[in-house]
């Protein structure tokens, strides 16, 4: 009884002070101001961050496969140099948010085992495979167009840490879509075949990144909310439509035909109309049974295994550090 009693005013003062930090947290949110790694934030805040800037990495960092399949068979040594270039970028993507990540306590290993135990996502679009050269094309193109749609309105997000790194994504990202259309620009004013492979990427990999935005708006088990808290300042739909109508005039530029008969400009609206996407599809990938699924899984869980040595004699080489200094500072006292 007297526990009880004591723990009562305790646990509604608790109650008070969370719904005033609340309060404060989200004034400030409203007020465009930044939220910092050790400023009060709700649980829900953190844990929906976590999650994004989690499988954004995780995307950062399994994206590297598709592409990495082609450096050894790029066509030229510029091509070559630039892909590899393009190919580190990702990897230094991945490293940046899993430091965002971590700023909200939990660790990269936390967070790689969540990916590799099959617990986490990563974005759908890396489960297609890269045929032919002109794949690398298309996803510079389309895949880092997609990306860099979505990551822009991201540079604003109210979390500071996962906004600050995706200036720099950005920018890198900007660099990666150029190069795929120079890629795409060269095939299509090649020869026939070059045109009929730039023609067939396209086809191949229009859908599937429509689908990179999320699933419909009303679908969007997070988006509200995340709308609601600054994350997110565009809807997945708003998103999707931006890039379609972004995407249309340079396919044209191309002299390539989107994979879409329903594809068509609205003079009402000034948006092009598009088909309707197979969001089956889009479950299926999710659920694990996309073309490359698999195959992308093993790959990261052989690099993890792989690597372990690489991370044994860096904890040894850091505990060893750690004894030297303790020691020298045992004399110093
Ligand atoms: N691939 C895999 N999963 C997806 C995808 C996708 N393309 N789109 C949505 N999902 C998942 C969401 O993660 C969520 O699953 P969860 O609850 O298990 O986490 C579920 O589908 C429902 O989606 P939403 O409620 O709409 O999720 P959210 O509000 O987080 O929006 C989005 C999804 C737009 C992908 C958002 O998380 C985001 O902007 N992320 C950052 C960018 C990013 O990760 N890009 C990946 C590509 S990076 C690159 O191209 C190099």
């Known amino acids: 009884m007297y526990t009880q009693a004591l723990n009562a005013p305790q646990s509604d003062e608790r109650h008070l002070e969370d719904a005033d930090k609340s309060a404060r947290f989200e004034a400030r949110v409203a007020n465009e101001q930044r939220i910092e790694p050790n400023d009060w934030m709700p649980a829900a805040y953190r844990k929906t961050l976590t999650r994004q800037i989690s499988q954004h990495a995780h995307s950062e960092i399994v994206g590297m496969l598709p592409e990495g399949n082609w450096i050894t068979r790029a066509p030229t040594l510029r091509r070559k140099a630039a892909l590899l270039a393009k190919v580190q970028d990702e990897c230094g993507h991945g490293l940046y948010l899993y430091a965002a990540a971590e700023t909200l306590g939990s660790s990269r290993e936390e967070l790689v085992d969540q990916l590799l135990g099959g617990k986490a996502k990563y974005s759908s679009i890396f489960n297609y495979p890269t045929l032919t050269w002109a794949d690398i094309g298309a996803i510079g193109w389309l895949v880092d167009g997609a990306a860099i749609m979505n990551q822009i309105p991201l540079c604003r997000c109210s979390y500071g840490p996962y906004a600050r790194a995706m200036i720099r994504v950005c920018k890198?990202?900007?660099?990666?879509?150029?190069?795929?259309?120079?890629i795409m620009v060269t095939l299509s004013r090649g020869t026939d075949e070059q045109k009929a492979m730039a023609q067939d990427a396209l086809n191949r990999w229009w859908w599937p990144c429509l689908m990179m935005f999320g699933p419909p708006d009303q679908q969007s088990q997070h988006g509200n909310q995340s709308t609601r808290w600054k994350i997110k300042r565009f809807s997945n739909d708003e998103l999707r439509q931006k890039f379609v109508d972004a995407t249309v005039p340079q396919a044209r530029y191309l002299g390539l035909t989107m994979p879409d008969p329903e594809l068509r400009f609205n003079d009402a609206t000034q948006h092009w109309d598009f088909g309707a996407i197979d969001?089956?599809?889009?479950?299926?990938?999710?659920a694990g049974f996309g073309p490359c699924n698999r195959d992308r899984m093993a790959a990261r869980r052989k690099a993890h295994d792989d690597?372990?040595?690489?991370?044994?004699?860096?904890?040894?080489?850091?505990?060893?550090?750690r004894a030297r200094r303790a020691a020298d500072n045992a004399v110093a006292a």
């Open 172 to 182: 890198e990202e900007s660099f990666h879509q150029r190069q795929g259309y120079e």
């Open 279 to 286: 969001w089956q599809e889009f479950a299926d990938v999710l």
């Open 307 to 321: 690597g372990a040595w690489v991370r044994e004699a860096a904890q040894a080489y850091a505990d060893k550090e």
